[in-house]
């Protein structure tokens, strides 16, 4: 077949001669038409793909009609794999192929021929452009390129239900022959699968496919090429596929009946036994949920499911009796949660076993008559006072005597003691209900044959109230009454609290001291609801007069015997606004009424300070100040002593007498220094006031020259002296304002006021009843 192909597949590729069209005309001459006629004839070339002989492959040749065969023709080939692939013999032009080819890889080569003269290289036709196709033969299997393949299928499915689609694929040309045509068929997994020849869909092939009797399968696949005839090349892939399970079988329990040994001192609450019903599928399929459909023993049982590992939990609702009863029956029902209606058919999907349980016997330990005791004991009572008794019997069929016993493990369990014997629960300290009312001890049983089996139970002792404890004021009062009282005016309500409970002091009475006189400023009201009201009885109350009061309080309970209690209330007397606010209780409340502040008060006091300060500060100056009299020695020779003394102005009358130098007759007695202490006494102070009235001034400036010369208390030279004295009662008056301080000035300025505002401070200046007396000071030069 390959040569007949080779055989078939090589053209001659001519140059065909260039042919004239000649015509006769009628004189007999002969005219030449030339017509230039295609050179090359061509073909398609094909070579073989894989060929594998020890010669190279013809493919054609080249010819051209002006090659004579004398070798004056030269064939040159170019393009596609010329000179490597394809050779032309330049003389002969005949082609070959000197490699196998594969189609797979390159179909076809385009290539360019031209024949040129030997001698000039002068090309004798054009160059022109052919193919060199690629011929394909069946040397590609087909191949699966996703396999192997994983899939499921329901289990119970129809047949002919589709599985999955294999695709096969051939590398060779799909257009030329049946190289490419695949036939798809089954070799592996017959007769449960099947699979389409052409489309390659692979189908169950058996009715009702059970995944419980078979659930996995591995199906061989086969792709043949050549349509699958003999000859053709083939390839395969596996299929495995999983049978996945639906609820198509219902829960079985193994047994019928079942038994089941519980002891009775089991806890209520445990798991006491298992059971379950097997479920040949899987997943939720196979879930199923357990109860108790009847039995005598559905109150004291209870089931549950767990859903790991599929069983019914039997635990313990009620405490076991072997002494009361021995044995329980139960129905139990085990069924599927999940169904699938399609095979409803093969239900039901159900099952129904009966369990027996046997309770077994124990040595149990003393039972206690009641889960928990209340006991009740008064406070106050006495050491050894019975509190109460606990019961415990033994529940075995021996009935062995019981012991009774407090471990004391706590320091409530220390407050009491028990009778070993009968029980009885007495007292062992006496109880205040107002410190701890409420007692929980724990009392044990055991049994005297088997002290090992111990019960236990809780009891309460609450602890009864006496009234012994007086009631008293619910907190301390501070208790105001306003200066601006009024009689009857409630100034405070006031509470009473019991420390008993309210059967021995939930009413309380209220009233003053019996014992005492009647309260003259206040009086209480009892309000008969546990408060009473504290009143006035007069008007008006001065701090000034008394600024606390005390006002005993009688309060008595209703109790069994009634107890009472005296309280003093503190009463304060406070100022306060007219609607009732009180404005202050302290000491300046007093000088607030005057229209000051304590702000505006505190800011007086202060500039006091100040001032006192400053002055005591000045004094000080003054004292330790004390320049030389001398300056300089020219002053010395000059005798003149200078004073660099201002002196303390109209009102400073210490240093000197001024009044005195003005006028004789003003003067009542001499004054002497005070700047300076004297060490003895001056010698002349003898002259009388009345002597003042006819003294000459050149007797009065001798007088006080001979003083200044006798007091030694003066510098011991000449001073000069200068006395600013006009005379004595002028007739005219004295016109100087230097005596206006002497007189009282007759002048009314109290028209000031009319002027106006402009003039206010002016006439608050000159408009005071009484001036004051100025004075001026000299200074001694």
Same mark, same amino acid.
């Given at each position: 077949?390959?040569?007949?192909?080779?055989?078939?597949?090589?053209?001659?590729?001519?140059?065909?001669?260039?042919?004239?069209?000649?015509?006769?005309?009628?004189?007999?001459?002969?005219?030449?038409? #030339?017509?230039?006629?295609? &050179?090359?004839?061509?073909?398609?070339?094909?070579?073989? *793909?894989?060929?594998?002989?020890?010669?190279?492959?013809?493919? &054609?040749?080249?010819?051209?009609?002006?090659?004579?065969?004398?070798?004056?023709?030269?064939?040159?080939?170019?393009?596609?794999?010329?000179?490597?692939?394809?050779?032309?013999?330049?003389?002969?032009?005949?082609?070959?192929?000197?490699?196998?080819?594969?189609?797979?890889?390159?179909?076809?080569?385009?290539?360019?021929?031209?024949?040129?003269?030997?001698?000039?290289?002068?090309?004798?036709?054009?160059?022109?452009?052919?193919?060199?196709?690629?011929?394909?033969?069946?040397?590609?299997?087909?191949?699966?390129?996703?396999?192997?393949?994983?899939?499921?299928?329901?289990?119970?499915?129809?047949?002919?239900?589709?599985?999955?689609?294999?695709?096969?694929?051939?590398?060779?040309?799909?257009?030329?022959?049946?190289?490419?045509?695949?036939?798809?068929?089954?070799?592996?997994?017959?007769?449960?699968?099947?699979?389409?020849?052409?489309?390659?869909?692979?189908?169950?092939?058996?009715?009702?496919?059970?995944?419980?009797?078979?659930?996995? %399968?591995?199906?061989?696949?086969?792709?043949?090429?050549?349509?699958?005839?003999?000859?053709?090349?083939?390839?395969?892939?596996?299929?495995?596929?999983?049978?996945?399970?639906?609820?198509?079988?219902?829960?079985?329990?193994?047994?019928?009946?079942?038994?089941?040994?519980?002891?009775?001192?089991?806890?209520?609450?445990?798991?006491?036994?298992?059971?379950?019903?097997?479920?040949?599928?899987?997943?939720?399929?196979?879930?199923?949920?357990?109860?108790?459909?009847?039995?005598?023993?559905?109150?004291?049982?209870?089931?549950?499911?767990?859903?790991?590992?599929?069983?019914?939990?039997?635990?313990?609702?009620?405490?076991?009796?072997?002494?009361?009863?021995?044995?329980?029956?139960?129905?139990?029902?085990?069924?599927?949660?999940?169904?699938?209606?399609?095979?409803?058919?093969?239900?039901?999907?159900?099952?129904?076993?009966?369990?027996?349980?046997?309770?077994?016997?124990?040595?149990?330990?003393?039972?206690?008559?009641?889960?928990?005791?209340?006991?009740?004991?008064? *406070?106050?009572?006495?050491?050894?006072?019975?509190?109460?008794?606990?019961?415990?019997?033994?529940?075995?069929?021996?009935?062995?005597?019981?012991?009774?016993?407090?471990?004391?493990?706590?320091?409530?369990?220390?407050?009491?003691?028990?009778?070993?014997?009968?029980?009885?629960?007495?007292?062992?300290?006496?109880?205040?209900?107002?410190?701890?009312?409420?007692?929980?001890?724990?009392?044990?049983?055991?049994?005297?044959?088997?002290?090992?089996?111990?019960?236990?139970?809780?009891?309460?002792?609450?602890?009864?109230?006496?009234?012994?404890?007086?009631?008293?004021?619910?907190?301390?009062?501070?208790?105001?009454?306003?200066?601006?009282?009024?009689?009857?005016?409630?100034?405070?309500?006031?509470?009473?609290?019991?420390?008993?409970?309210?059967?021995?002091?939930?009413?309380?009475?209220?009233?003053?001291?019996?014992? =005492?006189?009647?309260?003259?400023?206040?009086?209480?009201?009892?309000?008969?609801?546990?408060?009473?009201?504290?009143?006035?009885?007069?008007?008006?109350?001065?701090?000034?007069?008394?600024?606390?009061?005390?006002?005993?309080?009688?309060?008595?309970?209703?109790?069994?015997?009634? !107890?009472?209690?005296?309280?003093?209330?503190?009463?304060?007397?406070?100022?306060?606004?007219?609607?009732?606010?009180?404005?202050?209780?302290?000491?300046?409340?007093?000088?607030?009424?005057?229209?000051?502040?304590?702000?505006?008060?505190?800011?007086?006091? !202060?500039?006091?300070?100040?001032?006192?300060?400053?002055?005591? !500060?000045?004094?000080?100056?003054?004292?330790?100040?004390?320049?030389?009299?001398?300056?300089? *020695?020219?002053?010395?020779?000059?005798?003149?002593?200078?004073?660099?003394?201002?002196? &303390?102005?109209?009102?400073?009358?210490?240093?000197?007498?001024?009044?005195?130098?003005?006028?004789?007759?003003? +003067?009542?007695?001499?004054?002497?220094?005070?700047?300076?202490?004297?060490?003895?006494?001056?010698? =002349?102070?003898?002259? +009388?006031?009345?002597?003042?009235?006819?003294?000459?001034?050149?007797?009065?400036?001798?007088?006080?020259?001979?003083?200044?010369?006798?007091?030694?208390?003066?510098?011991?030279?000449?001073?000069?002296?200068?006395?600013?004295?006009? &005379?004595?009662?002028?007739?005219?008056?004295?016109?100087?304002?230097?005596?206006? +301080?002497?007189? #009282?000035?007759?002048?009314?300025?109290? %028209?000031?006021?009319?002027?106006?505002?402009?003039?206010?401070?002016? +006439?608050?200046?000159?408009?005071?009843?009484?001036?004051?007396?100025?004075?001026?000071?000299?200074?001694?030069?």
């Amino acid at each position: 077949l390959n040569q007949l192909l080779c055989t078939f597949s090589h053209f001659i590729i001519k140059i065909l001669p260039v042919t004239r069209n000649q015509t006769k005309h009628i004189e007999g001459e002969t005219e030449v038409h #030339h017509r230039p006629k295609r &050179g090359w004839v061509w073909n398609q070339f094909f070579v073989l *793909e894989e060929h594998m002989g020890p010669d190279p492959q013809y493919v &054609g040749k080249l010819h051209s009609n002006s090659d004579k065969g004398d070798g004056s023709v030269k064939y040159i080939l170019t393009g596609e794999g010329a000179g490597t692939i394809f050779i032309i013999d330049d003389t002969t032009g005949d082609i070959h192929s000197t490699k196998s080819l594969d189609r797979e890889q390159k179909t076809h080569y385009v290539l360019h021929a031209q024949a040129i003269d030997r001698r000039t290289n002068k090309p004798l036709e054009p160059e022109s452009e052919f193919i060199i196709k690629v011929q394909d033969i069946n040397d590609n299997a087909p191949k699966f390129t996703d396999g192997p393949y994983i899939v499921t299928v329901p289990e119970m499915s129809e047949m002919g239900t589709s599985v999955l689609q294999v695709t096969a694929t051939d590398a060779d040309d799909p257009t030329y022959g049946n190289s490419a045509r695949v036939v798809y068929s089954i070799l592996q997994g017959q007769p449960y699968f099947s699979v389409d020849p052409k489309t390659g869909v692979i189908r169950t092939a058996l009715h009702n496919m059970d995944r419980e009797a078979r659930e996995h %399968y591995s199906v061989v696949i086969q792709a043949k090429d050549m349509a699958g005839q003999v000859g053709g090349l083939s390839g395969s892939t596996t299929v495995n596929i999983t049978l996945t399970d639906v609820n198509d079988n219902p829960p079985r329990f193994p047994q019928k009946h079942y038994q089941l040994y519980v002891p009775e001192s089991a806890q209520v609450g445990s798991a006491v036994g298992k059971i379950k019903a097997n479920d040949a599928d899987t997943g939720s399929n196979a879930d199923m949920k357990y109860t108790i459909i009847n039995g005598d023993g559905s109150g004291v049982f209870s089931i549950s499911t767990d859903k790991e590992t599929r069983e019914g939990i039997i635990s313990l609702k009620k405490p076991l009796n072997y002494e009361k009863k021995k044995s329980y029956t139960l129905n139990i029902e085990g069924a599927n949660t999940h169904l699938d209606f399609r095979f409803s058919h093969l239900g039901p999907f159900k099952d129904v076993t009966m369990l027996k349980i046997i309770v077994g016997d124990v040595d149990e330990p003393p039972l206690f008559t009641m889960p928990s005791y209340v006991m009740e004991v008064y *406070e106050n009572a006495k050491i050894g006072t019975a509190v109460g008794t606990v019961t415990a019997q033994d529940p075995d069929t021996a009935n062995s005597l019981v012991r009774y016993f407090i471990d004391h493990n706590t320091e409530e369990d220390r407050y009491f003691t028990i009778d070993a014997n009968t029980g009885t629960i007495k007292t062992a300290k006496i109880f205040d209900r107002e410190e701890t009312p409420w007692y929980n001890i724990t009392v044990s049983a055991s049994e005297i044959d088997n002290p090992e089996l111990v019960s236990h139970v809780q009891v309460g002792v609450r602890i009864l109230d006496i009234n012994d404890n007086p009631p008293e004021l619910a907190r301390e009062y501070d208790v105001v009454v306003c200066e601006n009282a009024k009689p009857g005016q409630v100034i405070q309500t006031i509470t009473a609290t019991d420390k008993d409970n309210s059967a021995n002091g939930a009413r309380f009475h209220f009233s003053l001291d019996e014992g =005492l006189s009647l309260n003259p400023n206040f009086t209480l009201r009892d309000n008969e609801d546990n408060t009473a009201s504290i009143l006035t009885r007069r008007r008006r109350y001065s701090r000034t007069t008394q600024d606390t009061y005390y006002l005993p309080v009688l309060i008595s309970d209703g109790g069994v015997p009634p !107890l009472s209690s005296s309280s003093t209330l503190t009463i304060r007397v406070c100022a306060c606004e007219k609607d009732g606010r009180v404005r202050t209780c302290h000491a300046e409340a007093f000088l607030s009424s005057a229209g000051l502040s304590t702000g505006a008060l505190i800011a007086i006091l !202060l500039c006091v300070v100040i001032l006192l300060a400053i002055v005591v !500060l000045f004094i000080t100056l003054r004292r330790s100040k004390k320049e030389p009299l001398i300056i300089s *020695e020219e002053d010395v020779r000059e005798n003149v002593v200078t004073y660099d003394d201002e002196g &303390g102005g109209e009102e400073d009358t210490e240093a000197f007498d001024i009044t005195a130098l003005r006028n004789p007759s003003a +003067a009542e007695e001499l004054k002497y220094r005070r700047d300076v202490r004297p060490e003895v006494k001056p010698v =002349l102070r003898h002259h +009388a006031s009345s002597s003042l009235d006819s003294i000459d001034v050149q007797e009065f400036i001798k007088q006080r020259l001979a003083e200044a010369d006798l007091d030694p208390s003066v510098p011991p030279y000449d001073s000069l002296q200068t006395y600013a004295y006009e &005379g004595h009662r002028s007739e005219a008056g004295s016109i100087s304002s230097l005596d206006s +301080a002497t007189t #009282h000035s007759d002048q009314d300025y109290n %028209y000031l006021g009319d002027w106006g505002p402009e003039f206010k401070k002016l +006439a608050e200046l000159y408009g005071e009843i009484e001036s004051e007396r100025t004075t001026y000071c000299a200074l001694a030069l």
